[in-house]
């Protein structure tokens, strides 16, 4: 069974930094496409960035280019999200979701509250 754990959320000031974690058991980061999406109060989820399997050419979401960093570390199986610059419109609890075989598999998520 695909299980994902998120960490790394918490509250912080505009223009703070933070770094996500998403934790994976049950399949190899190395060899799935990751995707980390956020949903805001009131508001649909939605895609933030998204890494291949080959690690190329990231997706960012036009929101959040510039101040994001999506990378994975297969040895830890593992993927992060650095975040920085942070803006009250980044608030929202961080979800990271694999699809394997077809059906997409999501973690519990984490909450970043950004303070203005």
């Known amino acids: 069974e695909v299980q994902l754990v998120e960490s790394g959320g918490g509250l912080v000031q505009t223009g703070g930094s933070l770094r996500l974690s998403c934790a994976t058991a049950?399949?190899?980061?190395?060899?799935?496409?990751i995707g980390w999406f956020r949903q805001a109060p009131g508001k649909e989820r939605e895609g933030v960035s998204c890494?291949?399997?080959?690690?190329?050419?990231?997706y960012y979401a036009d929101s959040v280019k510039g101040r994001f960093t999506i990378s994975k570390d297969n040895a830890r199986n593992t993927v992060y999200l650095q975040m920085n610059n942070l803006k009250p419109e980044d608030t929202a609890v961080y979800y990271c979701?694999?699809?394997?075989?077809?059906?997409?598999?999501w973690g519990q998520g984490t909450q970043v509250t950004v303070s203005s």
């Open positions: 049950g399949c190899t980061v190395e060899e799935y496409a």
């Open positions: 890494i291949d399997s080959r690690q190329n050419s990231p």
């Open positions: 979701n694999v699809p394997v075989y077809g059906y997409n598999y």
